[in-house]
């Protein structure tokens, strides 16, 4: 088996991101230098197996995700996003089945509102809220760098989404938790208005290289994402997080992999959601429709 090096330094950096550990404290567990884990990462030069094989026990994870052998998994939403950044930054084309919100294409005042939701959805009684807190802002800081990457000119972007989840968020509101004020309540309702209308306004005008599509159906929980890099490889990644209303980032495990038959049946699957999908001007009067419906 020929092994990718740099793919192998990508993923060490993503799971050593997500088990919350500098290069300093990794390499101190490990053993080695700073300067070792660096060339590592940077996927300068061959890595002893056995190397590899601590470096995975010590990151939580499986020497075959180390290496890309099948399925990466990941427990980390740091390390899976950390993981998409990587994988965006070589792609020249995503499609992304997102519910109810991307934050690819959300508002600059975004970032701020969804560390806002996942600080206040943490449990009261959370051990070591502090850690939890920071994860939150490094979690936000690497989508950040995501979406600077489509923004920037990227990988083109092909985005499916629910009118239901659509509906649902503007009932809901863009909240961590349902135990706020009434104020608070309508003014996290208002948030969720004005990032439809962003999606709206960006469907109306079609920038180049951003395509979306809202399907009037429920669709699937689970969100994907199909990566082709620029060396025709592709990718399927699949996630149980959620970056909207009632945010999820601390439970679930998330799935990247290029098998034949999953890239197969996920292309299949978004050709079908594609398909059935309100585009362009139609696709905006869609999501004004739902914006005009009574919030009950």
């Known amino acids: 088996m020929t092994i990718d090096y740099v793919q192998v330094g990508q993923r060490l950096r993503a799971y050593r991101i997500g088990a919350g550990l500098s290069p300093d404290q990794a390499a101190e567990q490990l053993g080695i230098s700073r300067a070792a884990l660096y ?29 890309g052998v099948g399925t990466e998994y990941f427990s ?9 950044r990587q994988i965006d930054a070589a792609a020249d084309r ?30 009261e009684k959370l051990p070591n809220r502090r850690k939890a807190q920071l994860e939150i802002e490094n979690l936000v800081a690497i989508l950040s760098a995501r979406r600077s990457t489509i923004a920037q000119g990227g990988p ?28 608070q309540r309508e003014r996290r309702r208002q948030a969720a208005r004005r990032e ?12 180049m290289g951003i395509q979306i599509g809202v399907v009037d159906d429920t669709l699937p929980n689970q969100t994907f994402e199909i990566c082709r890099g620029r060396d ?37 699957l978004a050709e079908q959601m594609w398909s059935r999908a309100a585009k362009g ?7 004004r429709k739902c914006l005009k419906e009574p919030q009950i």
């Open 39 to 67: 060339n590592y990462e940077r996927g300068e030069g061959p890595v002893k197996l056995e190397t590899l094989e601590r470096i995975a026990e010590l990151l939580e994870t499986s020497l075959p995700s180390i290496l």
């Open 76 to 84: 980390s939403a740091i390390a899976y996003f950390e993981r998409l």
């Open 94 to 123: 995503v499609v992304v089945y997102y519910e109810p919100v991307t934050f690819l294409l959300t508002s600059d005042e975004y970032p701020k509102l969804l560390q806002d939701m996942l600080i206040e959805g943490l449990p």
């Open 156 to 183: 083109s972007f092909a985005g499916i989404v629910g009118a239901t989840q659509i509906r649902r968020l503007l009932r809901t509101g863009l909240i961590g938790t349902y135990d706020l004020s009434k104020p």
């Open 196 to 207: 439809v209308e962003r999606i709206a306004v960006i469907m109306e005008n079609e920038p």
């Open 232 to 268: 025709g490889s592709v990718l399927v990644a699949v996630s149980p997080f959620r970056l909207g209303e009632l945010p999820n980032v601390r439970l679930g495990v998330a799935t990247v992999t290029a098998a034949r038959e999953a890239v197969d049946l996920y292309q299949k």
């Open 281 to 287: 001007v139609s696709g905006a009067a869609l999501l």
